[in-house]
């Protein structure tokens, strides 16, 4: 009866298993005298099992060790190769949760103000705070301090960005005699601190001071999708494939972009913009992140015709017109109607560009810090 059966029985045939398969996998290594000698060894522990030798079961193992220590020797450095593996495996573990799953984005632009915020810059009169505020200001609220003062009197020349493991961005400021280096973006640079090719500086000048807020670290949902379709309201992800009026202004090299707007109409919707209200089909919407824009409150400015200063755009560019999404296509707004390129130029976004939904803010851990509405 297996009840009655001695541990060291019990024992012994779990090691004849193990040495079997042992034999099997390095089987194809072995040299001839090893796996002859390995297979003696088998046959003789399945003999002491039979007859319950402990004191054979007991030396014929510390044999099949020893043997199999011998014929297989440990791999040099084999704590290099264990740690590579775990790398590796981490590492296509996080490239299939991005490709399939989840995927980390950056907003590039503040064309969904106050809902989410790009990269903001804010010049300052005052220096820096000192260290342990800048350290906690970079770590809790992706807010950069910086000081650049012109070491001679020079002239900007040109600027240069630069980005590591497609996070960390530098901008080499080029003057006729000495260059500078920020860890901030280029084009924040020229716009908030007015950094520009022709621009000169005296000696001990100030070239930027203040402080730069990274664009919100989001995640977007790759998943949902395949599963349901794209809802009214959905704050989403999608390329600029095929979008000529976007492909157009891009530069080659850089390929195909990705946008994130709110979904606004869905295919055979007709919509309108008076502003500073949006109209679906011929009726005011009711849906709270939709009616939030509208209201004028909490730096929400509502829909526009045009943007702050400048033209129509090319759809919905007055209180009277008025744009039926096509079949298969989205209607894509910025939360910053008057300062966001989205559909009002282009027309529809193609179904087959949508790449996601707007999941949350992970990172900085500001007030928009968590789910997306």
Same mark, same amino acid.
Request: aromatic letters at 12%; one cysteine or more; hydrophobic letters at 40%.
């Given at each position: ?34 796996? #002859? ?33 011998? /014929? ?12 590579? #593996? ?113 621009? #000169? ?51 080659? /090299? ?44 909490? /730096? ?31 209607? /894509? ?41």
């Amino acid at each position: 009866m297996f009840f009655l059966t001695p541990r060291y029985i019990k024992e012994a045939k779990h090691y004849l298993h193990g040495a079997r398969k042992f034999l099997a996998y390095k089987k194809d290594i072995l040299t001839d005298p090893h796996r #002859e000698d390995l297979e003696g060894l088998i046959n003789e522990l399945k003999g002491a099992i039979r007859s319950r030798d402990r004191h054979t079961i007991d030396r014929v193992v510390q044999s099949i060790n020893t043997l199999a220590e011998r /014929a297989v020797p440990p791999l040099k450095h084999s704590w290099i190769r264990e740690n590579v #593996e775990v790398i590796l495996v981490a590492i296509v573990i996080a490239a299939g949760v991005k490709a399939y799953l989840l995927q980390p984005f950056r907003i590039p632009t503040g064309s969904m103000q106050p809902t989410l915020y790009g990269i903001v810059g804010v010049p300052t009169d005052t220096p820096p705070p000192n260290l342990l505020v800048r350290a906690f200001d970079l770590v809790v609220r992706g807010r950069h301090h910086f000081d650049l003062r012109a070491a001679a009197t020079d002239v900007v020349v040109s600027l240069q960005e630069r980005t590591y493991l497609n996070f960390f961005t530098f901008t080499t400021i080029s003057c006729r005699n000495v260059s500078y280096t920020l860890f901030v973006p280029r084009d924040p640079l020229v716009r908030y601190f007015h950094v520009v090719p022709g621009r #000169e500086f005296s000696a001990g000048d100030v070239i930027a001071r203040g402080h730069m807020d990274t664009g919100d670290q989001i995640f977007v949902d790759k998943v949902s999708y395949n599963f349901v379709k794209p809802a009214l309201g959905d704050v989403f992800v999608f390329k600029t494939t095929g979008i000529r009026e976007i492909e157009n202004g891009l530069d080659p /090299a850089m390929g195909s972009q990705h946008y994130i707007k709110r979904l606004c109409g869905l295919p055979g919707q007709t919509l309108r913009i008076s502003p500073p209200t949006l109209f679906i089909n011929g009726e005011i919407p009711g849906m709270f992140v939709l009616q939030r824009v509208m209201s004028m409150k909490n /730096a929400y400015q509502g829909y526009s015709n045009n943007g702050h200063n400048g033209p129509s755009f090319r759809f919905l560019g007055s209180p009277e017109a008025t744009y039926t999404v096509p079949p298969r296509n989205y209607f /894509a707004l910025g939360d910053n109607s008057y300062h966001s390129r989205d559909s009002r130029d282009w027309g529809g976004v193609p179904e087959r560009n949508v790449a996601g939904r707007g999941l949350l803010v992970y990172w900085p851990f500001s007030e928009r810090w968590g789910l997306i509405r």
